[in-house]
């Protein structure tokens, strides 16, 4: 095994002080020091070899430290480097057993703590970089969350964010440079915040209070179709539901989402897990940007967006584990670029209420085989001073496993 040459030390606003020893050595003992410059001045004391400041784009200064390997270095780091931190990228390209790691409390311990709350019980969101409507998906009344924000003007726009969407009654809580002598902690109800001053390093604690109205996510799939912004073109909840079921997401996959419309199988995909992945297709310019206003709405801002048809618009994507089709399936061309795109052992679910669609995944279950079913439902509605069902249209689903080491010809 190789000897560790890389040690990465987490570093606290309580700089040297909040270090063992053996940290301490590391640092004093590196022939190089990289850190941001808030690190680098923390730790000045220690510090004998090279300072290399974080360099824009972050990659070239995981080159620098890569092209140092063997020679004694040190990275200093926010916190715990394995949560949401530096030591997460160095471990992509280092081998663990290159390197010594001395983490510190993260944020969000010294949050808690300083609050009493129950890290188990808590949500621990990272909205450093990331988009702020993140937060979104775990808007639940009485739940508690710790988002770690960019900059000074992080609680401001979560405050803003909580009272737009029907939250203003939520307790928000600032915590700033904590574990230094600048820490300071003030709360403040969302729809009245007020805090002009806010230091670049804080973390927000959310006490969730919904008001009349507020827009809660439930955790099921078949969410209620008036969250979505749509222009009739969207899976109804219960069709998108037994779809969701059908299309079984599974741990770190990526779905195609072919004739997307509204984007609300691709989102609630995303939903489903932080590690899942979608692409949404679509050819309408309009429904791309709602389907692009609907993942930041339900906080998948990551939903990646594809203009353009299927099966021209499908070159070039990454080989998707899922592929529903809700639109466009029966045109020349797509259903043959689908099978032969899926990865073997691949879930594909295509949705049909046109007789034309329909005749193709009968062909196609004819031929490949698979499961197929016919979804009807009706809906109580008013006939004239009473009540009766009024039917929707039948969808037929087809739904098919692609075998290992096959390819559809």
Request: proline letters at 6%; glycine letters at 12%.
């Amino acid at each position: 095994m190789p000897a560790p040459w890389l040690t990465i030390v987490g570093i606290g606003e309580d700089g040297l002080a909040g270090l063992g020893s053996e940290a301490k050595a590391a640092i004093a003992g590196a022939e190089m020091v990289f850190g941001g410059a808030r690190h680098l001045e923390l730790a000045d004391a220690a510090i004998r070899g090279e300072r290399h400041a974080w360099l824009s784009p972050f990659e070239r200064s995981i080159e620098a430290v890569l092209a140092a390997r063997g020679r004694p270095v040190a990275v200093l780091a926010s916190g715990d480097p394995f949560f949401h931190g530096v030591g997460v990228t160095l471990c992509r390209r280092i081998a663990r057993a290159e390197m010594r790691v001395f983490p510190a409390p993260s944020s969000f311990s010294l949050a808690a703590s300083r609050l009493g709350w129950a890290l188990q019980d808590t949500v621990c969101v990272s909205l450093h970089g990331r988009p702020i409507d993140l937060i979104r998906p775990h808007l639940h009344p009485g739940s508690r969350i710790l988002a770690l924000t960019s900059d000074s003007d992080g609680p401001a726009d979560l405050a803003a964010l909580l009272a737009e969407s029907g939250f203003g009654a939520s307790r928000l809580t600032v915590l700033e440079a904590l574990g230094g002598t600048r820490e300071r902690v003030s709360s403040h109800r969302a729809d009245r915040f007020a805090l002009a001053d806010a230091d670049m390093l804080n973390v927000c604690a959310v006490e969730v209070v919904a008001g009349e109205g507020a827009r809660i996510l439930p955790y099921t799939s078949g969410l209620d179709d008036g969250l979505f912004e749509h222009d009739g073109q969207i899976t109804k909840r219960e069709v998108r539901a037994l779809t969701l079921s059908a299309l079984a997401p599974r741990h770190g996959e990526l779905l195609w989402d072919i004739g997307a419309g509204s984007g609300s199988i691709g989102i609630e995909w995303m939903l489903a897990d932080p590690s899942l992945r979608a692409i949404a297709i679509e050819g309408h310019p309009e429904r791309a940007a709602r389907i692009r206003r609907n993942a930041r709405g339900f906080g998948v801002p990551g939903l990646s967006v594809v203009e353009g048809t299927a099966p021209g618009a499908l070159a070039g994507l990454a080989a998707p584990d899922a592929i529903f089709i809700g639109g466009g399936g029966s045109e020349a061309g797509v259903m043959e670029a689908v099978l032969a795109g899926l990865k073997p052992g691949g879930r594909l679910v295509a949705n049909a209420v046109t007789t034309e669609m329909e005749a193709v995944l009968l062909a196609r279950h004819a031929r490949l085989g698979g499961s197929l079913i016919r979804i009807d439902i009706a809906r109580a509605a008013p006939v004239g001073r009473m009540t009766g069902w009024r039917p929707a249209m039948p969808v037929t689903q087809w739904r098919w496993v692609k075998p290992a080491q096959q390819t559809e010809e």
